[in-house]
């Protein structure tokens, strides 16, 4: 990680130790440290992965559970949109171990993926915001709703106003949201056709793009979602809409002559206005359908039920 984004990430982990409750805080210096040493090291992976989870179902940590063959189980992992696609498992699963170790049975994994999530998007430049604690895990999995309710790379606008309504979202902080990917990387399978056949795109971005995704074959060659600043988080993503160098489908529709266009003019104009309007988004998300109380589970192991 630059040098600039770990002295970000050491100013906004800090802020971890105010969100604890009292009768926690004995457990904080180990567990702010555990945060900074796995974080500053695997930033850009853990990122993708904490917001694609709580999106489809709530902040209840249901994306990290394998498949389990012996009791007939199928997470979330193989479903469509994560197949390949989302990383860093191993990340939280670094986080988990070290925390178990230090104080055991006390963070849920819930707990960590809307941390890493937080501290991932500050690490790289972006905005901080409040996380509440005290979520628990989930005990189960949905590979059906894996594969029905989060966003499609293929969508429309219509279609994707319509997916994040249904959780509650509004088009502006669907947009908001979306500019998560000014970070993270995407697989070839995802946005060949844009490439190689749509017109609302830049020609000299799409030839540069195509050397590394041929018309056929590579289909799990990554390119970077944002060109401009893959490891920073920005409004890069939204200039290059403006510009027609959206990677996937979906994202140049965000910016395709319909009623998004304002607002990524507006992201693509104003940092600070999109970074405020993010983290009040994820604010909202990570505290979507959380489970709490006696509800669900603190998993010892991220990757499988107690």
């Known amino acids: 990680m630059p040098k600039h984004a770990q002295k970000l990430y050491r100013s906004s982990v800090l802020q971890y130790t105010e969100q604890w409750p009292m009768n926690l805080a004995w457990e904080l210096p180990c567990s702010v440290s555990i945060f900074m040493t796995v974080l500053l090291t695997h930033v850009p992976l853990s990122f993708p992965l904490s917001t694609s989870h709580a999106f489809m179902h ?4 249901s994306i990290l559970l394998d498949d389990d063959e012996a009791s007939s189980f199928t997470g979330e992992k193989s479903a469509g949109p994560n197949a390949n696609s989302l990383r860093g498992f191993e990340v939280i699963d670094a986080i988990k171990a070290k925390l178990e170790a230090a104080c055991p049975a006390v963070v849920s994994c819930a707990d960590i993926l809307a941390v890493a999530a937080r501290d991932s998007v500050a690490a790289l430049g972006g905005p901080t915001w409040t996380v509440q604690l005290g979520r628990r895990d989930s005990t189960t999995a949905s590979f059906s709703s894996a594969n029905t309710d989060l966003a499609s790379p293929l969508m429309n606008l219509d279609e994707l106003i319509s997916v994040f309504s249904k959780k509650g979202f509004t088009e502006k902080e669907m947009i908001a949201l979306s ?24 020609s000299t971005f799409a030839k540069s793009i195509q050397s590394n995704c041929p018309s056929s074959g590579g289909g799990d060659n990554l390119s970077p979602l944002d060109d401009g600043s893959t490891v920073i988080f920005d409004n890069s993503y939204f200039k290059n809409l ?30 600070i206005t999109f970074k405020a309007d993010f983290a009040d988004a994820m604010v909202k998300m990570g ?5 709490t109380g006696t509800a669900g589970e603190i998993r010892t192991n991220c990757r499988k039920v107690n």
């Open 58 to 61: 709530g902040c209840d940590a």
């Open 287 to 291: 505290n979507m359908s959380i489970l």
């Open 179 to 202: 500019g998560a990917h000014t970070t993270g990387q995407a697989r070839c399978l995802l946005f060949r056709n844009r490439i190689y056949n749509e017109t609302n795109i830049d």
């Open 242 to 271: 403006v510009d027609n160098k959206g990677l996937l489908h979906s994202d140049q529709q965000l910016f395709s002559g319909g009623s998004a266009d304002s607002q990524v003019t507006t992201y693509s104009d104003n940092p």
